[in-house]
């Protein structure tokens, strides 16, 4: 059974940091199978529907970031480990959101509509 837990969320201030994770695991995650899907991060903020944050290739050449977080965000991929992870830099309270980890094995894992698997997600709070 496929699954995607993530992790690492929580509370943090304004300008703070946090890193996401997302552990990957079942038979259609194992070994090589890890490597053929993009993986993504979703998030989705009280009020408003889910929105694409960030996304990696298979062998994590490319990745693509949503405006409001270029620069601030670095998505990254180990294949070995079969894992996922968001760094956060510079948080602001618009941020404040619950990331779900994503997997897309045909596509770039840019849309929901091409996703395949999904976590169940991780609250991330940014106040004061």
């Known amino acids: 059974q496929a699954q995607l837990r993530e992790s690492g969320g929580g509370l943090v201030q304004p300008g703070g940091s946090l890193r996401l994770s997302c552990a990957a695991s079942g038979r259609t995650f194992t070994g090589r199978a890890f490597s053929t899907y993009a993986m993504g991060w979703f998030r989705q903020a009280p009020g408003k529907e889910r929105e694409f944050v960030a996304a990696?290739?298979?062998?994590?050449?490319?990745?693509d970031y949503a405006d409001s977080v270029k620069g601030r965000f670095t998505i990254s991929r180990d294949n070995v480990k079969i894992m996922v992870y968001l760094q956060m830099n510079s948080l602001k309270p618009e941020d404040t959101a619950v990331y779900y980890c994503?997997?897309?094995?045909?596509?770039?894992?840019?849309?929901?509509?091409?996703?395949?698997?999904w976590g169940q997600g991780t609250q991330v709070t940014v106040s004061s």
């Open positions: 990696i290739s298979r062998f994590g050449r490319s990745t």
């Open positions: 994503a997997a897309d094995v045909l596509g770039r894992a840019l849309t929901e509509s091409g996703i395949d698997y």
